[in-house]
């Protein structure tokens, strides 16, 4: 995506999830996922370094666990400040699987790093412009809270060229899994109604990669949600999505394009080989052999 002069552009990806999957010393030599997400946020950074890049927001679920290991923390956060030591701003939002609160947060203090542990609003300067960054941790029942926390985030009422709120919640009309599961009206859903008329905001916990412009009814939402998706496919059901992160560009305090730049996914590729090669080696059971089968309820039943 070619860059434009007087353009803010935005790298925005989430759920990395560095951890998961991920022992210091593992038994068994195999290929992990956790080496499969840490090598796709380090692609992303990479990207974030190439030149063009204003302002980095990660959408939240930097780390699979809030009691990671120590090893895991200095090595995700390093990857934040490689961005930040650069002179790019960088905004985090605690997710679920961190249940609010990044882990050994000391190691995340930066001038140029922004975690929303609370309700805030971050002040930074892009290409001449103030950009407003509000956010709020991970919050269960979101869907009763959502305006009082937005609220609490003193967003809306902020003096600035540009205002996006990062957040790590599911909002109405968000796909996921292989049946097009659509999140409606649960207690952790945030209604469209509630979207605030900003420049964007820019969701992680939903690991499909899309981008939400009306509400169940049909009706424009005040403004488009933007999933950026995982960098890596952490489960069966993502198994056929693509992966990857988002470039957005905002001019006069509005988005005017977005792309989405896919990584390589690797894990379930290399599971579904060992899978058709086992296949391929056991022996199919002889004539007349007796074989059994689990039947519903955990009965076993013989053939």
């Not at 999830?17 to 499969?36: E, F, I, Q, T």
């Not at 997710?95 to 000391?106: D, I, S, Y």
């Not at 859903?189 to 899309?210: E, K, M, N, T």
């Not at 992966?243 to 579904?272: H, I, S």
Request: net charge positive; with cysteine; proline share 6%.
């Amino acid at each position: 995506m070619a860059y434009r002069a007087g353009v803010t552009r935005v790298l925005f990806f989430s759920d990395t999830h560095l951890g998961l999957d991920w022992p210091a010393r593992p038994r068994v030599d195999r290929p992990r996922r956790g080496d499969a997400l840490y090598a796709n946020a380090e692609r992303v950074v990479t990207r974030a370094l190439a030149g063009d890049i204003d302002l980095v927001i990660h959408g939240g679920d930097l780390f699979h666990r809030p009691d990671v290991p120590l090893w895991v923390a200095e090595r995700g956060y390093s990857l934040v400040r490689r961005v930040a030591d650069r002179g790019v701003p960088v905004a985090v939002v605690p997710g679920n699987h961190e249940r609010g609160a990044l882990p050994f947060p000391l190691l995340a203090r930066h001038p140029a790093i922004h975690v929303f542990d609370r309700p805030r609003t971050a002040l930074v300067h892009a290409r001449g412009q103030r950009v407003a960054l509000g956010g709020f941790p991970y919050l269960r029942r979101v869907r009763a809270a959502f305006r009082a926390q937005l609220a609490a985030t003193a967003l809306e009422t902020a003096e600035a060229d540009l205002k996006l709120l990062c957040a790590h919640h599911c909002f109405e009309g968000a796909r996921v899994g292989a049946l097009d599961w659509v999140f409606r009206d649960a207690d952790d859903v945030v209604r469209g109604a509630d979207v605030p008329a900003i420049a964007a905001v820019l969701s992680g916990h939903v690991h499909r990669h899309q981008v939400l412009t009306r509400d169940l009814r049909g009706a424009p939402l005040a403004a488009p949600v933007l999933f950026a998706g995982s960098v890596e496919r952490t489960s069966v059901a993502e198994r056929g999505e693509a992966k990857g992160y988002l470039v957005l560009d905002f001019d006069a305090g509005r988005l005017t394009r977005w792309q989405f730049e896919e990584l390589p996914t690797v894990f379930f590729e290399w599971r579904r080989r060992v899978l058709d090669q086992r296949c391929a080696t056991r022996s199919p059971p002889s004539a007349g052999a007796r074989t059994t089968s689990r039947a519903p309820g955990g009965f076993t039943r013989s053939a």
